[in-house]
């Protein structure tokens, strides 16, 4: 037997979604479940991929096999991702001549709109 069918899945326990983590931390520790690489529920603190596994994943999401090869995001989508970024910046620019000011939401968006980069 190999691949998945090695696997079972069995619900330990019922909780609230607020006590996830919590739980699930209680039952690695009490289980110490040989599959879990994380020692740590819901955190990838100290994980590193091995080399040979960022050279395969590399070589899997290079031009055509990517998933969002020759795709483009809409104007929604990437104004989404800009006003919920947590580090973009918003940027005003103030016209020494005449004092217009011009708001943009991120230095992105000012850099395509004057031509320059970022």
């Known amino acids: 037997m190999a691949g998945y ?3 079972t899945l069995d619900i330990l326990e019922y909780c609230e979604k607020e006590e996830l983590i919590t739980r ?3 039952y690695i520790d009490k289980l110490s479940p040989s599959y879990n690489i994380l020692k740590i529920a ?7 991929h ?3 596994t960022k ?3 590399s070589i899997n999401n290079t031009k055509e096999k990517h998933p969002f090869f020759g795709k483009k995001h809409s104007e929604i ?3 989404n ?6 580090t973009a910046l ?3 620019s103030i016209d020494t001549i005449d004092g217009e000011v011009k708001s943009f939401r991120s230095n992105s968006e000012a850099a395509r709109f004057f031509n320059i980069s970022e």
């Open 5 to 7: 069918n090695a696997f």
């Open 24 to 26: 699930e931390q209680y």
């Open 42 to 48: 819901g955190s990838s603190l100290g994980f590193t």
């Open 50 to 52: 091995s080399e040979k």
């Open 55 to 57: 050279s395969i994943m």
């Open 77 to 79: 989508s990437r104004a």
């Open 81 to 86: 991702r800009i006003l919920n970024s947590k």
């Open 90 to 92: 918003a940027v005003d």
